[in-house]
């Protein structure tokens, strides 16, 4: 099983699940980096009771310890809803309602929705996306060596309550080998001293030299890159990557997590 991870602190780790029924392994891979040690960032990993793997990231607005009051709001919120219902049109509203309750106008919450589950076809995996004002995700195809962007959108949660408002889910297909790669706007607007942001396609350039490496390549690669290119300058925004990496059921190895 799956156990749910809060990331409001300084953490790297992994976690692996082999138990969805007829479907490659799966490795999640997750750091989050806020300043001071606390923020508005998080991610939350849980598991259904058919095997389907669920995960939140998080973004609520401001930074560092002043936004991580509402992080844990938020976090609460996640775990009051269904599993089983993640990222249906029912679940998306409830979440919304429930932030608008609990932020009360004060903040809000860009939320990325991601539901990995067994597919009808051997060998491959589900996945629905649901984005609301998070950067857009990435996903490497092992077969062709491509990046490709999941363009959905939509504005933050628990900012407007009306459906109207709300994301649709995206549905993708993952072969074994292929890589996912979630970010907060703490990478892609990380900057350097001339005031030039790190960008969508600089993530999107080293996604396709190392994912090849798996998942945990990706995640340390990615970090330093980052750290590399700030070249010093001060850190002004929590920063959280995820990567969901699909994996033959022969190749998968425990792996450790940080406590």
Known sequence: MVAYRQGNMSIA?????DTIPAAPAVA????????????GDLVDIRQDAVGAIGLTLVDVSGHGPEAAPAASRVREVLAGLDEQDRNQHTWVHDLNTRLCEVLDGDRFSATLSARVHATTRP???GMTVVNAGMPTPFVYRTATGNVERVANGAPPLGVFDEDSWLPEAIRLTLDPGDVVVFVTDGVTETCRGDGERYGFDRVASLIATVARAGGAA???ELSQAVARFRDGERVEDDVSIVVIEARSAESTAAEPVAA
Not at 13 to 17: H, Y
């Open 13 to 17: 780790g992994a976690r692996s699940a």
């Open 28 to 39: 999640i891979h997750s750091r989050v980096r806020c300043l001071l040690g606390a923020g």
């Open 123 to 125: 060998g491959t995996l």
């Open 218 to 220: 990706v995640l340390s």
